[in-house]
């Protein structure tokens, strides 16, 4: 059973244009989101974060947004740069415990 | 900055033979966490250590088990390889358990049984 869910396995976005990462999950007593970056042959890195009592944090060409009725949480980047393509994973704890990982999204950002 | 690091970075086993894998962090966290990750599956929970002293179970502990050697050590031991165990495996520390901090990554292991 699937609690964090990325259903897009891969997505191609033109240079400049917005990149929309999207994240469902099932449990709803998740309280923080994360999304991480991870290059080939790197291990993942921390991208950008939030907590459930905010619908919104932003961070330079970076954004997340959390719909806690839906479920939903997505990653805005805008203006998409070739240098943003990497896997991105969403993740998900309760009160910091044992994060849950989403299988990852593949994003390409072509010149 | 060495971070957290992991070695070896690639190692090829036979089924039945058995292996460690290292993994050391220099940032003073008490939280480290052993996570593999394959095609479609994300990155899943192994075996974690919430503290010095102390491990759990993850989501997929069978086949493996683990040593908090220190503060800054947590070795992953492979008692008798199997190809399902073929993965790529991650190590990841963080300030501490039950906080919002991020976690940090090694750069894996690439361990691929025959």
């Known amino acids: 059973d699937q609690q964090v869910k990325q259903n897009s396995p891969s997505l191609s976005v033109q240079e400049g244009r917005i990149s929309i990462l999207n994240c469902d999950y099932t449990n709803s007593m998740f309280d923080y989101f994360l999304w991480y970056k991870k290059y080939p042959a790197e291990g993942p890195t921390f991208l950008i974060s939030?907590?459930?009592?905010?619908d919104k944090n932003e961070d330079g060409r970076f954004t997340v947004f959390l719909n806690k009725s839906a479920k939903h949480l997505s990653l805005h980047i805008v203006p998409s740069q070739p240098g943003d393509s990497a896997v991105y994973f969403c993740a998900a704890s309760v009160r910091g415990f044992k994060t849950i990982f989403g299988a990852g999204t593949r994003l390409f950002v072509k010149a | 900055n060495a971070g957290v690091t992991q070695t070896p970075k690639f190692q090829v086993l036979k089924t039945g033979q058995s292996m460690t894998l290292q993994c050391a962090q220099d940032?003073?966290?008490?939280?480290m966490y052993w996570y593999r990750q394959d095609p479609g599956m994300g990155l899943r929970l192994i075996y974690y250590?919430?503290?010095?002293?102390?491990?759990d179970k993850g989501e997929v502990p069978n086949g493996y088990n683990v040593s908090r050697l220190n503060k800054r050590e947590f070795s992953l031991r492979l008692e008798s390889a199997a190809p399902s165990q073929t993965s790529v495996y991650f190590c990841a520390s963080r300030v501490g358990q039950g906080n919002n901090q991020p976690q940090h990554f090694g750069d894996g292991t690439r361990l691929s049984i025959l």
């Open positions: 940032m003073n966290h008490n939280s």
């Open positions: 939030i907590s459930s009592i905010k």
């Open positions: 250590s919430a503290s010095e002293g102390t491990t």
